[in-house]
């Protein structure tokens, strides 16, 4: 029994490597493909199935690969681009991206460091499409929303085919200037908007001048209609009452030529008098 011992802690041990590497765990949050001999057999637990668990493969001639399942996160600092105005600037951006297709990724890129090195490569390349056709005012401020929309589909069309990734998202976190320029951008800003300050000024004196020209000539047609409706009631007047009509006037060229202090000579007996001759009786 004693000289069978060696011979069957051999066996157990062989029989214990036999099992270990007979089985293993997919865990929830990861997925695996099973190779044999480095050839693609299976996929386990990959996005839209839920197979987590123990299984078994071939021992020493099955291998297992898995990957994370998760959203991944892809960080790009500092990455320099020149806008469509020929503004350098220094773009930091970061990208979620899934593993959809286990077997395309390891074909493609093996471990999740070498796809996320190549899902880095393509981000560029579609963030440099996206930035390069549009200015840098868009890109600071206007556009940005709708640029990491377009930046996200061009990536994810060029991630799923390669890579077999889903990218979930694309967010420009910052944009700006390099320091050497920003002098010089920020005074061609400055002088951009005066000049749209000072050509909206003159709409705005230009745009004045009309109103107050129409103002003018609506005020001048009022009056003229004014003017004539006052005629109009002075000729029905004068017609329905002469003598009415005609003391209404000498009154208004009373008011009209004798101002306070204001001395005049006059016969007594002239026209322009008649009616204060007649107060008194004449």
Do not use: C
Request: aromatic share 8%.
């Amino acid at each position: 029994m004693t000289r069978n011992m060696p011979i069957l802690i051999g066996a157990a041990l062989l029989v214990l490597i036999v099992i270990l590497n007979s089985v293993f765990v997919v865990r929830q949050d990861h997925q695996a493909i099973v190779l044999r001999f480095g050839q693609y057999t299976r996929v386990i637990n990959a996005p839209g199935t839920d197979q987590p668990g123990l299984y078994f493969k071939l021992p020493f001639v099955e291998s297992v690969v898995q990957f994370d399942r998760r959203s991944l996160g892809l960080t790009l600092n500092a990455q320099d681009f020149v806008a469509s105005d020929q503004e350098r600037l220094i773009v930091d951006a970061v990208v979620r991206w899934q593993i959809a297709e286990p077997r395309r990724f390891y074909q493609s890129a093996l471990t999740e460091q070498g796809g996320a090195q190549r899902l880095a490569t393509f981000a560029q390349s579609a963030i440099r499409r996206a930035l390069g056709s549009a200015t840098t005012n868009d890109i600071i401020s206007g556009r940005r929303a709708e640029l990491m929309q377009r930046i996200e589909s061009d990536l994810n069309a060029a991630a799923a085919t390669e890579l077999g990734v889903r990218v979930l998202d694309v967010r420009i976190r910052q944009a700006d200037f390099p320091d050497e320029t920003l002098d010089r951008v920020y005074e061609r800003m400055r002088s951009e908007r005066q000049q749209v300050a000072g050509r909206i000024r003159a709409e705005g004196a230009r745009d004045a001048t009309i109103r107050l020209a129409e103002a003018r000539e609506e005020s001048e047609r009022l009056r003229g209609q004014g003017e004539g409706e006052r005629a109009r009631i002075f000729a029905r007047a004068y017609g329905r009452d002469p003598e009415f009509a005609a003391f209404y006037r000498s009154m208004r060229a009373y008011d009209t030529a004798l101002e306070a202090g204001t001395p005049i000579v006059v016969p007594p007996d002239s026209d322009f008098f008649r009616y204060m001759q007649r107060r008194r009786g004449g």
